[in-house]
């Protein structure tokens, strides 16, 4: 199992940005592939981006295609999510989660980091 630490979360204004990070630690770090999610209250946690282990290949929830990048950096061991042109939409609690080779679902959580952005 990973341990996961999330950063960078705060206040900011709509069309503004952030970036997320997220630290994790064990040495097995690049074997993981992994995402963001993100829960509004009274909604249910939703995707919002993936990256594989090399960092090849990298996904996209439909509403935030175009405004968020998601990186790695294994030397590091640490994921970020660079959020542009923010919305009122975005915010949310923001969480990182790492899935091991040949596993379905993301098995390791962070805190979370909270995103808030005003009109």
């Known amino acids: 199992q990973v341990q996961l630490v999330e950063s960078g979360g705060g206040l900011v204004q709509a069309g503004g940005s952030l970036r997320l990070s997220c630290a994790a630690s064990g040495r097995t770090f690049s074997s993981y592939a992994m995402g963001w999610f993100r829960q509004a209250p009274g909604k249910e946690r939703e995707f919002v981006a993936a990256?594989?282990?090399?960092?090849?290949?990298?996904y996209y929830a439909d509403s935030v295609k175009g405004r968020f990048t998601i990186s790695r950096d294994n030397a590091k061991g640490t994921v970020y999510l660079q959020m542009n042109s923010l919305k009122p939409g975005d915010t949310a609690l923001y969480y990182c989660?790492?899935?091991?080779?040949?596993?379905?679902?993301?098995?390791?959580w962070g805190q979370g980091t909270q995103v808030t952005v005003s009109s």
């Open positions: 989660a790492s899935k091991s080779m040949g596993a379905v679902d993301f098995g390791s």
């Open positions: 990256i594989s282990w090399s960092g090849d290949s990298t």
